[in-house]
């Protein structure tokens, strides 16, 4: 699966400490190849986040996407914990 990044994500990404980066980066890689991967716990979210899924990189982090382009494109919006993305 091909992906992106809005502005924004790479901005959440600098905030992340030097291993939660490092899961991410792994994760995403993972993602990329097997997008359903157990491990990433890849599930469709609810609320105010209706119309996005999400994706496990360690402990209680989460980065959102939103398949476009037939599900073909993942645009990764945001990353953070759990307490950081559901306030």
């Not at 359903?36 to 986040?49: F, Q, V, Y």
Request: a positive charge.
């Amino acid at each position: 699966m091909k992906v992106q990044f809005h502005k924004d994500f790479h901005k959440r990404v600098g905030l992340l400490k030097p291993a939660q980066k490092q899961r991410l980066v792994k994760a995403l890689q993972l993602f990329q190849n097997q997008p359903h991967h157990p491990s990433l716990r890849n599930h469709s979210l609810t609320g105010e986040w209706t119309g996005y899924r999400s994706i496990s990189f360690g402990g209680d982090c989460r980065a959102h996407f939103e398949l476009i382009d037939n599900n073909t494109v993942a645009f990764f919006v945001v990353c953070g914990t759990h307490s950081q993305l559901y306030k």
